[in-house]
């Protein structure tokens, strides 16, 4: 009896070591295939990218002009969203038909502000967190006195996680829109990048710039910009920050004009502004100070919350709120007026900030 219970026990081993070794090799081969697959730029690469539907409009000095920026979340991220990498269960849009109801929303509201430029981050071209749906297509369709260029930073396979529910495959980026003529767009890469088997899940961090021709024969060098977030201590975001300082630095002393738009993943203000239960994230940190340009200006609206925090759904008072949305601006660039829209995170879990400038 004992040896036929030593015998059982040695084949039920055998059984567990073997389905171990499966395990492994499923995973590896699972890796090899997300490496294989994975959208790797080389740091600090240049790519050229295509204008569609481009305009023959030229900026003129001393002309009214406003930019808008808005990270769309996906169309997933709405009012009753949470996200699992801020302490929240879901990864994906509850439902097809709510990121169409949020990427309609969304739509309409920048048709009725018609800025002359939009700076638009996490669109989806085909994800399934947002159920397949090409939210650039739409935008494209429903914003016809636009040129668009679209710059991707996130092109996964498949995220494994949360292992319930995973994030699934991934294809997103940066799109910019312009109502004036654009000379050349280019993807410019950012430097600095998590460990090899963490990366290869995670963003591709880079900035969308837009060259744009005036009537003095300078250019406005727009920039559409997503800076990393979650890297310990923000060690990651310095590299970015540097290499963005150092790029606008040298296009300034060529006399252009420079506006960086977009989501800065920084306090661009005091962490305190807006009461609420929730205190601020660990996430969450001031712009290095060795990363403000002489002269350079900040446009950003302080009285209104461009992102709420995301471990639960959204509850006013509830969900710590903070300015990390807008614009840097280079001296020969007048801010007429800059103001953030209250949107009370119906549709995205940022709200816009649109900027009123002229150059001069």
């Not at 690469?45 to 409009?57: G, I």
């Not at 679209?150 to 312009?178: D, R, T």
């Not at 710590?320 to 879990?349: C, M, R, T, W």
Request: with cysteine; hydrophobic share 40%.
């Amino acid at each position: 009896m004992d040896l036929l219970m030593w015998v059982n026990w040695g084949v039920l081993i055998k059984k567990i070591l073997l389905f171990g070794v499966l395990v492994i090799i499923v995973f590896i081969l699972f890796l090899a295939c997300i490496a294989i697959t994975d959208y790797n730029p080389e740091e600090k690469e240049v790519s050229s990218l295509v204008v569609e539907n481009n305009k023959d409009k030229v900026i003129k000095i001393n002309t009214p002009l406003s930019i808008l920026t808005f990270n769309l979340g996906y169309c997933g991220l709405d009012e009753y969203q949470d996200f699992f990498l801020s302490k929240g269960k879901m990864s994906r849009s509850r439902s097809a038909e709510q990121t169409e109801t949020n990427l309609k929303n969304i739509t309409k509201f920048l048709n009725k502000e018609k800025p002359s430029f939009l700076l638009l981050q996490e669109v989806d071209i085909n994800s399934s967190r947002s159920f397949y749906i090409n939210e650039l297509e739409y935008l494209k369709e429903a914003l016809p006195k636009y040129s668009s260029t679209f710059a991707v930073n996130y092109k996964v396979l498949w995220v494994p996680v949360p292992i319930k529910n995973p994030m699934g495959y991934v294809y997103s980026g940066l799109v910019s829109l312009s109502q004036n003529k654009i000379n050349e767009s280019l993807r410019h890469q950012y430097p600095g990048k998590e460990k090899f088997y963490i990366q290869l899940f995670l963003l591709d961090r880079c900035f969308l710039e837009q060259r744009i021709p005036t009537e003095n024969g300078k250019e406005l060098i727009l920039i559409n910009s997503h800076l990393s977030v979650l890297d310990k201590d923000g060690e990651i975001r310095k590299k970015q920050l540097m290499f963005l300082k150092e790029y606008i630095a040298e296009e300034y002393k060529k006399e252009n004009y420079i506006i960086v738009g977009g989501d800065w993943n920084h306090l661009l203000s005091e962490s305190n502004l807006f009461n609420t239960i929730e205190k601020c994230p660990d996430w969450l940190c001031y712009l290095p100070e060795n990363f403000t340009l002489d002269e350079f200006i900040w446009a950003i609206d302080k009285k209104v919350p461009t992102v709420r925090t995301n471990s639960k759904a959204y509850q006013e008072g509830v969900n710590f709120l903070a300015v990390i949305d807008g614009f840097l601006i280079s001296p020969n660039v007048e801010i007429k007026k800059v103001y953030g829209h209250q949107l009370n995170f119906e549709n995205s879990d940022h709200n816009p900030v649109t900027l009123e400038f002229e150059l001069r």
